[in-house]
Nanobody, 120 residues
Framework: QVQLKESGGGLVHAGGSLRLSCAAS????????MGWYRQAPGKQREPVAT???????NYADSVKGRFTISRDYAKSMVFLQMTNLKHEDTAVYYC??????????????WGQGTQVTVSS
């Protein structure tokens, strides 16, 4: 079992920066990919940035060039450095971790979410 806990959210003015942190605990050795997702009011949860076990990253077009995902394998943590924040970035941000089950099906773990509010 894996538990995830996000921190670092808050209120920031447009153009500002925030750094989100996600701490994984439990059976962290089973984790493959990790990432950050967000859900704005009235919208579906969407991927923001992902990072594989090899360190390969992928970003949503809307955050490309502004957000950076990183991973500390030794500490079982993943981070999201957000710069030049826009009002549209306002959402609850969730940490995600995936493991692959013996039948090759991916299983998702989720944190409780942390609120990011960007004032315009």
């Amino acid at each position: 079992q894996v538990q995830l806990k996000e921190s670092g959210g808050g209120l920031v003015h447009a153009g500002g920066s925030l750094r989100l942190s996600c701490a994984a605990s439990g059976s962290t050795s089973v984790i493959n990919d990790m990432g950050w997702y967000r859900q704005a009011p009235g919208k579906q949860r969407e991927p923001v940035a992902t990072i594989t076990r090899r360190g390969e990253t992928n970003y949503a077009d809307s955050v490309k060039g502004r957000f950076t995902i990183s991973r500390d394998y030794a500490k079982s943590m993943v981070f999201l450095q957000m710069t030049n924040l826009k009002h549209e970035d306002t959402a609850v941000y969730y940490c995600n971790a995936q493991k692959q089950l013996p039948n090759l099906v991916d299983w998702d773990f989720w944190g409780q979410g942390t609120q990011v509010t960007v004032s315009s």
